[in-house]
């Protein structure tokens, strides 16, 4: 099998490490095409649960330490999962995020991670948006991208007319109502712009659009800190 | 004025990017010993903006292209401010943020940037932790590091027998109370712990430990999300 640094029209991805490895073979065994071990991964609870599951699953291990210099920066990477993308759309019944052209791998994951954990496990992306697939994505998510489901639209109004059923609620500077002080219908969708441009201002017109208010000594929240925030507000008392 | 790579162990640090040099200009100006600028930057808002505060501040500009090369490896950086580390001690009548032994320079940044905007501006780190003024933690804080009182302390003992008036709120995951039922007394201290391995067990006998409820589909929060949780919970309605 042939292994080339990631690209983002590539059918295929990684994890790079261990524990993202376990969680890959865990949740989606079915996409998984083969993993890598380095060398000096021999014994211990992470070979012991990766060989297990790889057994499980006949999915091929091969130790190969070029393919470590290849694909991983980092010095304690020991374990490479490679796996075809897939998709995964999200359900209509259920709350969504939505980010409009999200520009950093390493927030998406975050997100994603955030997302699962308040189960608001539907993420949806407008295009241009970084890539759900990236390593960088995969390993700040970690590993939580295998457990979601998300799906990119072209458009803001494909995305509506496809899914009418939810309230909207964009989030926004110049917003009419704190987050606070929301009542959320249900199911709905948050909606987050990108990290440098937030969102453009014709969302002021869609739904309910709300603030997480603070102090003017910042400009905004960090992205994965306002949807965070978001969804905590939104699901608690849930858990 | 020899440059050389950020080390803790020096006296000053640097801000990498025009927005972060602007507001090291605007909020410590006497710290400043000089700012270096790209020659492709002649002109345009930044510029003026940089070239009239350092007037103001009678700080040396120089253009110097070679500092780039050794301080930034981004190619989007067209300003560089030096400047002198300096102190801020806590204040005892206002909430803390604690953080135990954090590792990452950009999560310590996020949650500066947070805590400024949730007028959270004392933080505490125990030590070992993450460099306040490393250029990462500058950068991902946008600057936010200037407008905060912070304060290192050897051991949590040591910080506990100088604000012994603080109600302290330990994050764990096997947590007594969840964060929505909280009832704060203040000045508090909301207290988190390191990336990997969050806070040791002892810190469950000290105040009242709170847990951010979620799914069982992660393991745990991602670091600055949690604490921004937290933070917009025991400020919400002030703004």
Not at 3 to 32: A, C, F, M, Q
Not at 83 to 111: C, D, Q, W, Y
Not at 147 to 159: C, G, K, V, W
Not at 232 to 238: D, P
């Amino acid at each position: 099998m042939k292994i080339s640094k990631y690209k983002h029209n590539s059918d295929i991805s990684y994890t790079l490490g261990i524990t993202l490895t376990i969680e890959l073979l865990k949740h989606k065994p079915d996409r998984v095409k083969m993993v890598f071990l380095h060398s000096s991964l021999t014994n211990g609870e992470g070979y012991s649960c990766i060989a297990k599951l790889a057994e499980e699953h006949s999915i091929p291990i091969e130790y190969n330490d070029k393919v470590f210099n290849i694909l991983s920066q980092k010095e304690n990477c020991f374990a490479i999962g490679v796996f075809e993308k897939f998709e995964n759309p999200v359900n209509e019944r259920e709350n969504h995020i939505l980010l409009v052209n999200p520009s950093n791998a390493g927030n998406m994951g975050t997100i994603i991670r955030a997302a699962v954990g308040f189960n608001m496990s539907n993420i949806v992306v407008i295009k241009p948006g970084t890539d759900i697939f990236d390593p960088k994505t995969v390993r700040s998510s970690m590993g939580a991208v295998f457990s979601i489901n998300f799906q990119y639209f072209d458009t803001f109004e494909e995305y509506k007319e496809n899914f009418s059923n939810h309230a909207l609620y964009p989030f926004m500077l110049n917003a009419k109502s704190s987050l606070e002080c929301a009542q959320f219908k249900e199911p709905c969708t948050l909606i987050f712009g990108n990290e440098a441009t937030g969102l453009p201002e014709y969302f002021s017109k869609e739904g309910t659009s709300l603030i997480i208010s603070h102090s003017n000594k910042i400009d905004s929240l960090n992205l994965p800190v306002a949807a965070s925030i978001a969804m905590y507000e939104l699901t608690k008392g849930n858990f």
